[in-house]
């Protein structure tokens, strides 16, 4: 949001809407606009300014939010001497709106005061606290993190005896309790309370006697629960918090009455609580079991209470998984009863008694569909079943997707069938079908069997190939769909058929250039027929390139750029077609990077840059290097690299990547040292600002799962020359932050030169990739 401060009315009216306004596009418009406002720099004076005059829950609920998300990710806006004033306002803010709604409090991070009133409020944040240490949205550093931890660590003991305080000062306040028992389960959770210390402590007392407890209500029991499972998994190392494991495996072991009590009122909430302990409390001790079964902690009582819960008759509670749904086992069971009674009395016997029985209900025979292909050598009565059902408006999808099912399941008996199936597909249109369904149905028609679709495609008179590849869905299933087999020095079959729908293809293109939808069907179906056929669809390139780049010049589809680098996979290792489609590349270039220079990190474009780099994934990498777009290309490619999306992302990566291995692989061949020359002169002039960038995306941009990929691209600049990249990282490390804006040492020297020696020595790809990783965490 740029320009003047919006009024606090206009802010008002924008939440208003956002919460009560009945007209969807009225709420999607509040929503930007107030999106917008969050990410301005007037959002800390507003959103202080709301909380302080409280109009209304949902003003300061937006307020508050947008308070913390400040805090959290746009923190360096603030000046380091209005800190002091932030966290003074905040806690003033805690006090004014501590009636008003607690998740307002937890969003604005109240802090410790010595008002007995404000204990609730405390015990929010001491939750809270633990949690976000770990959040990866506050960026503040594996240094500062384990700084913060070791601070919670030395004050541990402190905040367990307050929550010991705040359960003397509670009594019979359930509520108290309740946010007694999260806080404990937050600080297991963070491993940093002493085992001694906890184990000769009331409050693990005080959670077995609320679980023994009949009485204890359902959210009460389940915090307690939760508590008792997270100190379980904190002590998940035994043998160095020997003292609280021993209070913890003895307390669960009292609740075995608990749990039969919980059965017998049908509590399912509690025995499922109790289902939790045990699992918990096998895998904690599960070493100490294999290892010392029967003693100590290696008791096997454990062992009876896991055993106790698989006995319960509710699914929920005895947690056996089926492979496929609830029914899977009787699904199967069916399935083997019905092979039985084919091999003792015949198939069409105990189909003629199925369908006798299904024959008022056709709903249900399509049901159990999945056992018709039981019944292999009775294919002609299901068909003839099936084209009934075709013909009945409610039954007619159902039937296809039946048909459908059988094709792909037995193409070979189905061959025989070929031509009743091509009778259904000529009246495809007078039947009450789904779009789905109708593709499905082309679906199974071609793939049913090799011979079948070779003899049809290569024989087929015109009238029948018009009759199904015309077909709106048809005309994209047909060249997906179809793989006949084609022997050496053979024309493939589906050659002439695509030949014959290339003109329809093309005038379709011209005459809705501007349809992105159209465009885009066409362009599936032209992807898949070149896919299908290969070279086959030379004749086609010519003309094909020539439009996509005369439609391209008026209206970028990004789909042209995909099927562009599927033109680019087929034929950019002939030597013929080079040329052409270098031609198309240039033309791709300056129309994608016109449309890129607006929306480079807008959605709409992320799905266009896997192509637009897959375009440029020459299969000749020399004619490439040799271009004038290479440099524009690279350029583009480096300023993609903080791409926060996995697909988009692996593309650019996978393209730099390839692109610099050109000039280090395969160098038996003759054109070796030009293409060493070649990604030298890149690297010379973009080698410093490429590794500049993703140093500096690892760090600040892209997450932990894209690293491997940066590790790659890392890798072969360093085969390239290592020296020389010894260098630009050196440069580039000296250009990262050392520190906060308010003093905190994000990364030292030492882990600056550590961090490069393990780089610049590694021996494998993946040492970079664990270097990096370790590294990151420094600025997350």
């Not at 746009?74 to 966290?87: G, I, Q």
């Not at 895998?283 to 062992?303: A, H, M, N, S, Y």
């Not at 997707?401 to 061959?415: E, G, Q």
């Amino acid at each position: 949001m740029e320009g003047a401060k919006p009024t606090l009315q206009l802010v008002y009216q924008a939440v208003q809407a956002l919460y009560h306004d009945p007209d969807p596009s009225g709420k999607e418009r509040a929503s930007f606009w107030l999106g917008e406002l969050q990410r301005s720099v007037h959002a800390w004076e507003i959103s202080d300014q709301l909380l302080q005059i409280r109009q209304d829950v949902e003003s300061c609920y937006f307020a508050a939010q947008t308070m913390k998300m400040k805090i959290q990710t746009s923190f360096y806006e603030l000046p380091t001497d209005s800190h002091a004033s932030l966290r003074d306002s905040l806690l003033t803010h805690i006090q004014n709106l501590k009636d008003l709604s607690p998740v307002i409090v937890t969003q604005v991070n109240p802090v410790y005061s010595s008002d007995v009133t404000s204990l609730p409020f405390l015990l929010e944040i001491l939750t809270v606290l633990p949690e976000e240490v770990h959040s990866r949205s506050l960026r503040i550093g594996a240094n500062r993190r384990t700084e913060i931890i070791e601070d919670l660590a030395f004050y541990s003991s402190t905040v367990v005896s307050l929550l010991m305080t705040c359960v003397e000062k509670a009594g019979t306040d359930e509520k108290m309790l309740m946010k007694v028992f999260r806080c404990l389960g937050s600080w297991f959770n963070l491993g940093v309370l002493d085992s001694n210390f906890m184990a000769n402590n009331k409050l693990l007392a005080l959670l077995f006697e609320v679980l023994q407890q009949d009485k204890t209500s359902s959210n009460l029991h389940e915090a307690a629960s939760d508590c008792v499972c997270s100190a379980l998994y904190a002590i998940e190392n035994v043998e160095t918090n020997l003292p609280l494991a021993m209070q913890l495996f003895q307390g669960v072991l009292t609740l075995e009455t608990a749990y039969h009590m919980a059965v017998a009122r049908e509590d399912l909430d509690k025995v499922l609580n109790y289902c939790r302990i045990f699992t918990e409390l096998c895998e904690t001790f599960l070493e100490k079991i294999v290892c010392t079964p029967g003693q100590g902690l290696g008791d096997l009582r454990t062992l009876e209470l896991l055993l106790i819960c698989a006995g319960h008759p509710q699914y929920e509670v005895e947690g056996v998984p089926e492979e496929t749904d609830d029914f899977g086992e009787f699904r199967m069971r069916v399935s083997d009863l019905v092979k039985d009674l084919i091999f003792l009395i015949g198939s069409m016997e105990c189909f003629a008694q199925y369908v006798n029985l299904c024959s008022n209900n056709l709903e249900v025979f399509l049901s159990f569909r999945y056992i018709i292909t039981t019944w292999l050598f009775s294919l002609d009565p299901v068909l003839g079943y099936l084209m009934k059902g075709l013909c009945e408006k409610p039954l007619a999808s159902a039937a296809a997707k039946a048909i459908h099912n059988i094709c792909s399941v037995c193409r070979d008996h189905m061959a025989q069938h070929f031509n009743g199936l091509l009778e259904i597909a000529r009246s495809l249109d007078s039947f009450m079908l789904s779009p789905e369904a109708a593709v499905g149905l082309l679906k199974g028609i071609y793939c049913i069997n090799e011979l079948a679709t070779h003899t049809f495609l290569g024989q087929g008179s015109g009238s029948t190939v018009k009759l199904l590849f015309f077909h709106c869905f048809g005309l994209l299933s047909f060249p997906r769909h179809t793989n006949p087999i084609v022997e050496n020095g053979q024309t493939h079959p589906c050659q002439k058929v695509i030949q014959e729908i290339w003109p329809v293809l093309s005038e379709t293109l011209n005459k809705h250039r501007a349809d992105n939808r159209i465009v885009e069907r066409c362009c599936r179906c032209l992807r898949f027929a070149v896919r299908c056929v290969g070279k086959g669809s030379a004749a086609l390139l010519q003309p094909l390139v020539t439009q996509m780049v005369n439609v391209y010049h008026v209206h970028q589809h990004s789909c042209f750029l995909y099927l562009g680098s599927i033109l680019v996979d087929e034929y950019g290792m002939e030597e013929g077609c080079r040329q052409g489609l270098l031609d198309m590349l240039q033309v791709g270039e300056n129309g994608f990077l016109c449309a890129l220079s607006v929306h480079l990190f807008l959605p709409p474009t992320l799905s266009s840059h896997g192509s637009f780099y897959r375009l440029h994934s020459f299969r000749s990498p020399v004619t490439l290097l040799r271009s004038q777009v290479v440099i524009p290309i690279l350029q583009w490619a480096i300023a993609s690299t903080t791409l926060d999306h996995r697909d988009a992302n692996c593309s650019v990566m996978r393209f730099l990547r390839d692109l610099i291995h050109t000039g280090v692989a395969n160098d038996h061949e003759e054109d070796f040292e030009l293409r060493k020359e070649l990604i030298g002169q890149v690297m010379n002039q973009l080698g410093q600002q490429l590794v500049s960038q993703l140093l500096h995306t690892c760090c600040f941009c892209l997450p932990p799962y894209t690293l491997p990929d940066v590790a790659e691209v890392l890798w072969e600049i360093m085969q390239v020359d290592r020296p020389t990249f010894c260098r630009w990282l050196e440069n580039s490390l000296k250009g990262l932050p050392k520190e906060t804006t308010v003093g905190a040492v994000t990364v030292t020297h030492k882990q600056l030169t550590d961090f490069h020696k393990q780089v610049t020595s590694a021996e494998e790809c993946k040492q970079v990739c664990w270097a990096l990783r370790d590294f990151t965490r420094l600025f997350r």
